[in-house]
């Protein structure tokens, strides 16, 4: 059999990354569709010149040319092959195509076939890699029995129940047969999709949703006098260590004030268990977010004095960084990603404590239920995460779990961990994406602490808990910072309110300064 000629040639360009171009280029040069010839290839973005494998392939330019590559060479058809991970690519090469008029056919990496399925997506609320696999550990799990003992047929109030962990929280208690479950958020949005998601997974579950701020001290104490609740998780706060060095003074309203008004409304109310959520940016903490915490989790313990005699049992739970919650820094990379890359890291030596969102929500309730000797003295407790990860390494795996490899320069860096210079040196076939170190920002450490050193840690029984039973903050000292902190929180000099947080935190005496982030970043 003699093979066809073609009555005209179809000429197509090729799209996609360097490395991507040059299989497709193999791939077409193999197939039996004679009629179809690569005149040129289209990258991302610009680049110098494509790899040695695809010698007979000019490059032509970047997708934004497009329609003028299309006057001066014309084409019919576009192959294109972009990682799975790249949506925000894919979109903007099938827009440029729709405005020129040329259809595409896409053509899927060889790491698209192996590493990503269709599952995914569900089983991890929306990540295309399962978060647990860049920890490096396996998540504790909750302990259901010891839940549904603390929640079961109880009224349970849960602030910032539209963010990342309070909704977790929401989603946790819903299925421990509580009587009723009271939402409080101040994003109208945040709030309408949790009590939207509640509403279908739990249709039978009495719930409230209040759209409300908890600083506005006399709203929140009406809302709890008309609740009752039995229980209070205080998830709502700022959190961002860049942008509260910019707004210090909401840092303080949000963060002081705002733990303040709910925890007094609970004492009202007569609340028998109230547990904060706070951070290990409050120990020695160097930022304004991390001190506003501290002050937090100082008002909330002298609360629990027996001189106080409130009647509720008050608990700060302390964890670190939260993997995937809303714009930490797995979402901004997965969205770096999407877009081709660079992936931002600050630092290659910083560390961080991280937790997954189901695990961090589960270990808070569990803090809530314990009891026994040696836990009803203690007021804080801290979560195990684990040893700290070097914030390189997650992204180098999630990279890697990505199907793509990662470029860093670390030709300035000395004494990398074993376990980081392992993932640079993985496999030197497929997409790359660069990493670039931006530098540390205002406020961030490079290490953070689970506890002051004066803190004794002991177990309490309950895997992942750890408790503090030290002495509580002086009832003299908590007022005379929450009267000295009342008259700066409208003040719009960030000097004066830095000045203000520094005479009740020394600490960050050592490394505040008079100017703010200059914008926010990824980590």
Known sequence: MTARTPDKT???VLIGTPQTIGNCARQLSRSSLIDHRAIGAVTLQATEELPEWSPDIPLLGTIDELHELRVRQPFELALVSIPAVMTSAMMRVRQALDDIGVPMRRLPTIEDVLIHDEGSDARHRGLPVDPTLLIGREPRKLNVDAATRLLRGQSVLITGAGGSIGSELARICAGCGPERIVLMERSENALFEIDRQLGTSHPDLSRR???HDVVEESGTKRHLLDERPDVVFHAAAHKHVPMMEDHPAAAVNNNVFGTRAIADAAVAAGTARFVM??????VNPTSVMGATKRLAELYVRHLNQPSVQTGTRFRVVRFGNVLGSACSVLPIWLNQLADGGPI???????TRYFMTIPEAASLVIQAA???GSGIEGASVFELDMGDAIPILDIALRLVRLSGLRPVVDTSDIRDLPDETQRLLRGPADGTTVSIRLTGIRPGEKLHEELAYLVEQLQPTGTDGILSWSGPEPELADVRSMV??????RDEFS??????ALVRHVPELAVTSTTKGSGGVQAA
């Open 10 to 12: 179809v000429p197509v």
């Open 209 to 211: 949703a209040i759209l």
């Open 277 to 282: 959520i706070s951070s290990d940016k409050a």
């Open 344 to 350: 931002t890291v600050t630092d290659p030596r910083m």
């Open 369 to 371: 239920a314990m009891e």
């Open 483 to 488: 009267g000295d902190l009342e008259t700066i």
């Open 494 to 499: 960030r000097e004066t309110v830095v000045s």
